[in-house]
């Protein structure tokens, strides 16, 4: 409604005059100029309907006046609607004010301006109809826009999301604004946004002091239907929305011309252009975001502002667009007092289209001479308003007499409308042909008979089978200007559940699915262990890859939950390899071997695992093996000195020879120290071998006398054969000394046979 609730100082005593200013006298102040006429405002300083203090005035419009208040009772600031005298006589308006305004009390967003009352004060001796809202201390989206110019995208999004968020509260309870601009966003502390005026244009639209042949609105952003038949519904609301879009990407409408007539005519005959036509490097997401919103055709729009928001959000989820703070604008915007007789409000002055006006439907304004403002221009003499004594029924008489003034030049400039509209439009139209069950070949051939081209659009679809065209935009039956494109829906068929890579962001896979015209869901019970996805990514999905579904129909998200829990078992005493496998088979993983000398665990087994044995963890986690490198002393008694020393340094020991046969040739082990079979640290690894002459004597009972001479001689001993008769081949029945027995090496052994 033009009317901004933000937060100005006021003049106070010592400001310096300025020099009149198109007749009006200013004073500066410390933070706006505003009008000496503001302080004799009657209103200030009264209190309507004995509870609401009025104090200094924030804006002024054609239809309404905005104080800064007081509520007493509950002694807190707010903002004072005071609609304009010639309005409180009317009672079509009242009626329809106060409906409006417990319809906007109802609406509980934090996107919304907040309505706490709403009355009529009798108790002087004028008439007062007022409004009571939220005070919103910081400035207007015009503001913003007047500072900055073109918004950023991330900013641009930030602001329109939440417009179209308290837009879609009202269209859910019924309501419909119809006057978005960025004069009625206002922006406060804390960077939150708020749409203010909910209803007011509707009340003023049915007020006795209109006539039913007058739109009234911001024509910047009126939709093509309020311009023609005055209808407004939700879609409307959408329109403006779009257009309000527009301007945060480009810093201004995309109509601008020398009459609000041209602007109008250009919302009902023309196709709102793509902002990257003035801003080039704008994503092609947003430019489709913004047609979409603002084509000529309601039925072709988002149905509400909820349907637009979700595309919004859905074009800023597949940008990567997040979210960023709305600054405050670091100055409200200056008001002026508004004079456009019958005007509704007017918006702040400067720059920006001209506020909430007038105008006849035939698109001539109806109570305005000048229709764009320069900002720079000086501001008119005010014509008189009605005074609070002028009855509402001498308003209406005045009312036609303005209609019949004007009503030869409407008819005028009328017909010289429509013959410029007839010359452009002769022969550009032709009909859409009706494509839904053809080929795309044979689809392309008649719109090519038609004069148009085929613009392929691939779509699911449930009964359509793929490859037949489900339909076309413009409809079938529809008219489009020769030459220009169609868009063709061929059908995909029924959507296939794709195939996810493994560990795909759940984001990404909820874009993936959505594309695919199926809707993911995510279910917390669904989640599942994995050794090898990351925990919150995607590890598949329910149903699988490859099953047909139908359009819109479900698909879970199968989530990692991360690695699953597992305990280290004990592989004390096992080998490297074994070991190693073991850890693996509970899911650690071994990235480092290290050697220690236990006491108790032979070389090359396992002594045991850090983390350590029986401790709680998840699959994946790595894990030391230690290997116990103690060397095991090997039983070389007996053997001859050479083989000994070998077989012992080969162990890893350091021999020391000792006894009588040390370095002896022909030498045996007679004892080691420490003993065969004990653990020795590699580090102290210096063994004791005591080394003798003596040879055991070996077992030859039973062995023929050849074989017997043979293995003494091995043992280093000669044989001593005491024979009766026999022969080599006869069979030893004794021997001295016995087996086992020490004897110096080259002795004898007596040996007995037959």
């Not at 580090?683 to 293995?711: H, L």
Request: charged share 25%; net charge negative.
């Amino acid at each position: 409604m033009g009317m901004s609730l933000t937060r100005h100082t006021l003049p106070h005593e010592g400001d310096r005059a300025l020099p009149p200013l198109g007749g009006a006298r200013y004073v500066r102040s410390c933070a706006v100029e505003r009008p000496v006429a503001e302080r004799n405002d009657r209103l200030v300083g009264a209190r309507l309907d004995g509870r609401y203090q009025v104090d200094a005035v924030l804006a002024r419009g054609g239809m309404s006046t905005v104080y800064r208040g007081t509520d007493t009772r509950l002694d807190r600031q707010v903002a004072i609607k005071v609609m304009d005298r010639r309005f409180t006589g009317d009672p079509v308006f009242l009626e329809r004010f106060e409906r409006e305004a417990r319809a906007a009390a109802r609406l509980h967003h934090p996107g919304v301006v907040g309505v706490f009352d709403q009355g009529v004060d009798r108790s002087g001796e004028d008439d007062y109809v007022f409004l009571v809202m939220e005070l919103v201390e910081g400035g207007t989206l015009r503001d913003l826009l007047r500072e900055r110019g073109p918004l950023a995208v991330p900013l641009a999004l930030s602001v329109a999301d939440p417009v179209l968020s308290a837009l879609a509260a009202a269209h859910r309870e019924g309501l419909v604004h119809r006057d978005v601009k960025p004069e009625n966003v206002l922006i406060g502390h804390g960077g939150v946004v708020k749409v203010a005026d909910f209803g007011l244009v509707r009340a003023a639209a049915e007020a006795g002091t209109t006539t039913g042949n007058v739109i009234l609105g911001t024509v910047a952003y009126l939709s093509p239907e309020q311009v023609s038949t005055g209808a407004a519904d939700a879609r409307s609301d959408v329109y403006s929305a779009g257009i309000l879009l527009f301007e945060l990407l480009t810093s201004h409408p995309p109509y601008t011309a020398e009459t609000a007539l041209s602007v109008a005519y250009h919302h009902v005959n023309d196709d709102v252009p793509a902002p990257s036509e003035i801003v080039p490097s704008l994503p092609v997401q947003l430019d489709e975001l913004v047609i979409s919103a603002t084509r000529r055709d309601p039925a072709q729009r988002p149905s509400d502002a909820s349907a637009f928001l979700l595309a919004l959000q859905r074009v800023r989820g597949e940008l990567g667009i997040w979210r960023v703070p709305v600054p405050v604008p670091a100055h409200g915007t200056d008001r002026t007092p508004g004079t456009e007789r019958g005007g509704v409000e007017t918006g702040a002055a400067g720059q920006g289209p001209s506020g909430t006006r007038a105008m006849t439907r035939t698109g001539i304004p109806a109570d305005v001479t000048a229709d764009v403002t320069d900002e720079r221009a000086p501001p008119t003499t005010a014509p008189s308003r009605p005074t609070g004594h002028e009855s509402y029924q001498q308003q209406r008489r005045r009312s036609r007499r303005a209609f019949v003034a004007w009503l030869l030049v409407i008819l005028l400039l009328a017909a010289a409308v429509g013959t410029a509209a007839w010359w452009l439009g002769a022969g550009r139209w032709t009909s859409v042909p009706q494509l839904a069950g053809m080929d795309p070949a044979a689809a392309e051939a008649a719109l090519a008979e038609a004069d148009l081209a085929a613009q392929p659009v691939d779509d699911h679809h449930d009964t359509v089978p793929r490859g037949i065209v489900i339909g076309s935009d413009p409809e079938g039956g529809g008219r489009a200007v020769r030459g220009s494109n169609v868009e063709v829906v061929v059908s995909l068929g029924r959507p296939v559940v794709p195939d996810l890579p493994s560990g795909t962001a759940p984001e990404e896979a909820t874009r993936i699915i959505t594309d695919t015209d199926l809707r993911p869901v995510r279910d917390p019970g669904a989640a599942e262990y994995s050794d090898t996805v990351a925990e919150g990514d995607v590890m598949g999905l329910r149903p699988a890859a490859g099953t047909i579904l139908t359009v819109g129909a479900p698909v879970t998200l199968v989530v990692s939950k991360g690695a699953a829990p597992t305990t280290v078992p004990d592989v004390r005493g096992e080998s490297e390899a074994d070991a190693t496998d073991l850890l693996a088979e509970a899911g650690l993983t071994v990235t480092d071997v290290e050697h220690r000398f236990d006491p108790d665990v032979p070389g090359g087994q396992a002594i045991g695992t850090e983390p350590d044995a029986g401790e709680e963890t998840v699959r994946g986690t790595e894990a030391t093996l230690v290997i116990s490198n103690a060397l095991v002393v090997p039983d070389v008694a007996g053997q001859p000195r050479e083989e000994a020393l070998a077989a012992l340094r080969e162990e890893g020991f350091d021999p020391e020879e000792r006894g009588a046969g040390a370095g002896q040739p022909g030498a045996v082990v007679a004892a080691l120290d420490p003993r065969p079979g004990n653990l020795v640290d590699p580090a102290s690894n210096r063994i004791v071998v005591e080394m003798s002459t003596e040879v055991t004597v070996p077992d030859i009972v039973g062995r023929t006398v050849a074989q017997a001479r043979q293995i003494l001689a091995d043992a280093g001993l000669q044989a001593d054969v005491q024979q009766f008769f026999g022969d080599e081949s006869s069979r030893v029945f004794a021997q001295v000394p016995g087996a086992g027995n020490r004897a110096e090496s080259g002795s004898s052994v007596r040996i007995f046979a037959p």
